[in-house]
């Protein structure tokens, strides 16, 4: 089946250090993307690639990092310089990165920060 | 900056009957594209409709519509016949038309919480 794998689905970390979200896509799509989600708020675009070997940071991308050294994986390393890293963390993707693509999006990973 | 409004935190809707959920939107853009998610329990963001702007025409999915009044800025989200599975929380997002320079991201409205009353 085609889809979006994130994992692991809830993962706690202890102040200070740095922790890995892992997202695969077998959907052969160019462009993918990290969201935040926080209670009460919408998404908020953390990195996103268009292609492999490139991307771009969003609106929130202080403390946080990325890699795209295959078109299927693009994990997300939370760092310890993110002052507040407890929230739902949500990876999509699509086709080309163009406006008409559609963006579907992964199961979610869960971090907190103890 | 683009933003996206929902002014509607929490509906709730009788099971059969009718619902509309409120978005609204600022840009200077002309041209863009429109989208409301649902995320139920599961966390699972899933697509229920997309606009595009320079179509006059309401997009439709089922028993799913918008009222889109692009001189308002307004993209509203009516679910008609209700059912207990569309309990859930909505997201209206707006998307650029000129994604080389925005990468095509989404940005994304605080949700509407919907409660389906059997």
């Known amino acids: 089946d085609g889809g979006i794998t994130q994992s692991p689905k809830y993962l706690f970390r202890k102040e200070g250090q740095n922790v890995t979200l892992s997202c695969e896509q077998n959907?052969?799509?160019?462009?993918m993307y990290w969201y935040r989600q926080d209670p009460g708020q919408g998404l908020r675009l953390i990195y996103y690639?268009?292609?492999?070997?490139?991307?771009q940071k969003g609106d929130i991308a202080e403390g946080y990092s990325v890699s795209r050294e295959k078109k299927e994986s693009f994990p997300l390393t939370v760092t310890s310089a993110q002052k507040n890293p407890t929230a739902f963390y949500l990876c999509a993707s699509s086709i080309q990165g163009t406006s008409t693509d559609t963006q579907y999006f992964g199961p979610g990973t869960r971090l907190t920060v103890l | 900056a683009q933003t996206v409004t929902q002014s509607q935190p929490e509906m709730s809707v009788q099971e059969a009957e009718t619902v509309t959920l409120s978005c609204t939107y600022d840009?200077?853009?002309?041209?863009?594209?429109l989208f409301w998610y649902k995320q139920p329990p599961s966390r699972q963001m899933i697509l229920v409709i997309r606009?595009?702007?320079?179509?006059?025409q309401n997009a439709t999915e089922n028993r799913f519509s918008v009222n889109f009044q692009k001189a308002a800025k307004s993209f509203s989200l009516k679910i008609s016949d209700s059912q207990l599975g569309d309990a859930a929380m909505y997201f209206c997002a707006y998307r650029s038309a000129f994604w080389l320079a925005s990468g095509s991201r989404l940005t994304f409205g605080e949700g509407t919480q919907l409660t389906v009353n059997p």
């Open positions: 606009q595009e702007a320079y179509k006059q």
């Open positions: 690639s268009q292609i492999v070997n490139d991307f």
């Open positions: 840009t200077s853009e002309s041209d863009y594209y």
């Open positions: 959907l052969n799509h160019d462009a």
